[in-house]
T-cell receptor
Framework: DSGVTQTPKHLITATGQRVTLRCSPRSGDLSVYWYQQSLDQGLQFLIH???????AKGNILERFSAQQFPDLHSELNLSSLELGDSALYFCASSEGTAQETQYFGPGTRLLVL | QKEVEQDPGPLSVPEGAIVSLNCTYSNSAFQYFMWYRQYSRKGPELLMY????GNKEDGRFTAQVDKSSKYISLFIRDSQPSDSATYLCAMSDSGGGADGLTFGKGTHLIIQP
């Protein structure tokens, strides 16, 4: 157990809908990262938050957004969902932003029908 | 050309064999190299973390980095059925991956009892 928690574990929804994925980092970690894992693209970095502020963006679509709250938990919002958004979404956390390893949560499996 | 190339396998070997897993990359700015293990339907788990070129050993696992060839390897000695998983290489040009980690697609490893 990495200490990173994610809810829900599974999510089934329809095209055009909006969903929110939640992540709680390990105790003491200030950084939260979001990744998307699909069969064809592998694990892709989406976005990084540090202590409530956005630090870096990767291959995140404009339909997707995230935030990190004062208690350091983070939410990833996915809107106008398409079939191709079906994937595993992982959250990872680390202590800071330099020379620390990232610890991954168990993931949320999203299926868009 | 993908930034990180990794043979997807599957790679099937008998129990007790030495396993060699490899990745090549194109971005010469990468300085931090990691190997993650991912069991089916679980989050990636960090196995090895290496900075720059050289070797690092941890129990049955040895990580090697050759920056001149842009090639990294993970060796598993005395392989066990419990080592059966997908192995992902990851890399970053900053210590904590503040800009996110770049992953290979993973090699599916099967250790036959």
């Amino acid at each position: 157990d990495s200490g990173v928690t994610q809810t829900p574990k599974h999510l089934i929804t329809a095209t055009g809908q909006r969903v929110t994925l939640r992540c709680s980092p390990r105790s003491g970690d200030l950084s939260v990262y979001w990744y998307q894992q699909s069969l064809d693209q592998g694990l892709q970095f989406l976005i990084h938050y540090y202590n409530g502020e956005e630090r870096a963006k990767g291959n995140i679509l404009e339909r997707f957004s995230a935030q990190q709250f004062p208690d350091l938990h983070s939410e990833l919002n996915l809107s106008s969902l398409e079939l191709g958004d079906s994937a595993l979404y992982f959250c990872a956390s680390s202590e800071g932003t330099a020379q620390e390893t990232q610890y991954f949560g168990p993931g949320t499996r999203l299926l868009v029908l | 050309q993908k930034e990180v190339e990794q043979d997807p396998g599957p790679l099937s070997v008998p129990e007790g064999a030495i396993v060699s897993l490899n990745c090549t990359y194109s971005n010469s700015a990468f300085q931090y190299f990691m190997w993650y293990r991912q069991y089916s339907r679980k989050g990636p788990e960090l196995l090895m973390y290496t900075y720059s070129s050289g070797n690092k050993e941890d129990g049955r696992f040895t990580a090697q980095v050759d920056k001149s060839s842009k090639y990294i390897s993970l060796f598993i000695r005395d392989s066990q059925p419990s080592d059966s998983a997908t192995y992902l290489c990851a890399m970053s040009d900053s210590g904590g991956g503040a800009d996110g980690l770049t992953f290979g697609k993973g090699t599916h490893l099967i250790i036959q009892p």
